[in-house]
């Protein structure tokens, strides 16, 4: 009887006694399907290694050996006595060592306004570095508040010039204008400390001069004479004015009276003229006049009724 085998399956042709074998992964797709989620972005290369530190210069290194073993032999061949010799070279080393220890220095100066920043400069390479001092910078920012504030001299002048411009004003007005000068003191640039606190004549007057020297206060006193002087001035010439106006209206008034008086005198006829004719002074005396009868119009024309 036979037995059917699973395992065997039918191919044309013939049977197998194992099935196909699966395609091997080595025969996969090379290309990613579409929505893979692989990035194909570009990968940035490593990061260099970084120089290795500089060496301080010795005088056995490579670039200063030479100089060295110059400076040994010259210190060996300055003295017959090797004692003599050997200290020479030692010589020699130590300051070519120190030598070297002050290339290696930086030399620092200091500039900027002020003198603020430390400037480092590198002997070897000339290359320079700055710093800002914070210590160099606050005296810097001292000096100039020190600078900006006004000494007394100045705050004086300025108290006096506020308080003479306050006197200049009519008396009624001045208490008014130092209280706004105390409230807007800022304004003005006044330094009002110590000041009293309502207007008084004599400080005014005493504080107004304060900020002027000798010379300067001769200066406003004649100054202030000759305003006076200009003053009375001015009254005087004011008063000669009104003298002259008063004179002229007098005269003018004398000349309106010659003219009335020579016009009065114009308007009367003579006595000769004035015979045979009437004066009628109503209309019933003109009316009462006979025709071709002379009489005195009131314009003091003479004319003849009709």
Do not use: C
Request: avoid cysteine.
């Amino acid at each position: 009887m036979n037995t059917y085998n699973s395992n065997i399956s039918p191919l044309a042709g013939g049977w197998l006694s194992e099935p196909p074998k699966p395609r091997s992964s080595a025969f996969a797709p090379l290309v990613e399907p579409f929505g893979s989620s692989q990035s194909y972005a570009p990968v940035d290369p490593p990061p260099l290694p970084q120089p290795p530190p500089t060496k301080k210069p010795t005088p056995w290194d490579k670039a200063h050996i030479s100089e060295t073993l110059a400076g040994i032999g010259a210190g060996f061949l300055s003295s017959q006595n090797f004692g003599d010799g050997l200290g020479a070279a030692a010589q020699s080393i130590a300051g070519r060592q120190r030598q070297l220890r002050e290339e290696e220095r930086p030399d620092i100066s200091y500039g900027g306004p002020g003198d603020q920043f430390e400037i480092t400069t590198d002997r070897r390479t000339g290359a320079k570095s700055y710093r800002e001092v914070p210590e160099f910078r606050a005296a810097v920012d001292r000096n100039a508040t020190l600078k900006a504030q006004p000494d007394f001299k100045t705050i004086a002048d300025m108290r006096s010039r506020a308080l003479a411009a306050v006197a200049q004003m009519p008396l009624e007005q001045r208490p008014a204008a130092y209280r706004s000068l105390l409230a807007h003191a800022r304004a003005y640039g006044v330094d009002i400390t110590g000041m009293p606190a309502e207007w008084d004549e004599t400080y005014g007057a005493l504080g107004g001069a304060m900020g002027l020297n000798v010379n300067q206060a001769h200066t406003q006193a004649r100054q202030d004479d000759l305003a006076e002087s200009l003053k009375d001035h001015r009254k005087v010439q004011e008063a000669h004015s009104a003298a002259r106006v008063e004179q002229g209206a007098a005269r003018v008034a004398q000349g309106a009276a010659r003219v009335a008086q020579g016009a009065s005198r114009l308007r009367t006829p003579p006595a000769s003229v004035s015979r045979g004719v009437s004066t009628p002074k109503s209309k019933a005396q003109f009316d009462a006049l006979p025709s071709g009868a002379k009489f005195m119009a009131p314009d003091g024309s003479i004319r003849i009724k009709p």
